[in-house]
């Protein structure tokens, strides 16, 4: 098991770096001069290399990219802010705790209400319960979540008034983005379930325990739920990636600063370690969630365990 842990934490890393390196070239490449974009295009010619020598881009692309490599991951140093001043790594620890709020809250609902519709279908076949599921399913899924977003504060905090439109100033603000960021999920979840159950219900052992006398919810629970857990299993953490990485455009429009909203401010501006540090994050947090699901699969699937307790293959 080691082994395998030992492998998934190597590939994790490859694609930390490679992030990293893809990251810096499209900002590197990003038309216009920052040392401009910083001091107005009224600046003089020898202030704007003076700008340039303390920003750095006055050297060679390779040389800006080895030394930015060197900094993040051997001394796990964004940088700081071109346009603030201020140390990446310590807005982002300052941001995080609001971005987590929102992704671990959505993936909460993700899993459970996306759980129980999709057996909830599965266990309904070919019923009007199933269709319509299905259809919330597709709904949910086909929905731009910014569309969602800007609906949910029309219609629960404009005209109803129960919650706050935007902000943080209390708890109650965070609740329109964690049910709109969940939608999504919950739809795939559901989907993904659904079709889990559906490959393990007409099985022999299901019918076994059914012709044993076993109450359906004992049969769901006991048999059929843990049998069809890999694929749910794959669902929770693509969901669990994409709510996170997806609250970028939520924090924008439900005006809450988080990582996501850091970014798309370091965007606007091209302000490179910024938006460099947003994205290895973003890639580190995806990168973890993956490792998470695969040290699941390898706890669940004794052929996994298999292949590493050995030290070699399993053919």
Not at 134 to 160: G, N
Not at 233 to 246: D, K, P, S
Request: some cysteine; charged content about 15%; aromatic content about 10%.
């Amino acid at each position: 098991m080691g082994r395998y842990v030992i492998k998934r934490v190597l590939w994790m890393i490859l694609i930390l770096v490679a992030a990293a390196i893809v990251v810096f070239t499209l900002m590197y490449l990003v038309p216009g001069d920052p040392a401009e974009l910083l001091l107005g295009v009224e600046a003089s010619e020898e202030v704007l290399a003076a700008k340039r020598a303390e920003l750095g881009t006055d050297r060679p692309y390779l040389i800006q990219l080895f030394d930015y490599l060197y900094h993040v991951f051997l001394k796990f140093d964004f940088g700081d802010s071109w346009r603030y001043r201020v140390n990446v790594m310590t807005e982002l620890g300052q941001r995080l705790p609001r971005t987590l709020i929102i992704g671990g809250f959505g993936m909460i609902l993700n899993v459970v209400v996306g759980t129980v519709l999709g057996i909830f279908a599965a266990t309904h076949e070919g019923k009007w319960q199933d269709s319509l599921t299905m259809v919330i399913a597709m709904v949910f899924v086909s929905a731009p979540s910014f569309w969602v977003a800007w609906m949910a504060i029309i219609l629960f905090a404009q005209t109803l008034m129960w919650v706050p439109p935007s902000g943080i100033s209390t708890w109650t603000c965070y609740i329109l983005p964690v049910i709109c960021g969940s939608l999504g999920g919950i739809a795939i979840n559901a989907r993904q379930s659904r079709s889990a159950m559906l490959e393990v219900i007409r099985a022999d052992y299901i019918t076994t325990a059914r012709a044993k006398g076993q109450r359906e919810k004992v049969v769901v629970r006991r048999h059929m739920l843990p049998n069809a857990m890999m694929p749910i299993i794959t669902g929770v953490g693509g969901g669990l990636a994409m709510v996170v990485a997806g609250s970028a455009v939520l924090e924008q429009v439900f005006s809450i600063p988080g990582i996501g909203q850091y970014m798309l401010s370091g965007v606007n501006q091209r302000d490179r370690p910024v938006v460099c540090g947003c994205v290895v994050f973003f890639a580190a947090f995806t990168s973890i969630a993956m490792l998470i699901m695969d040290l699941c699969y390898a706890f669940l699937d004794p052929r996994i365990k298999a292949q590493y307790s050995s030290g070699r293959k399993v053919k």
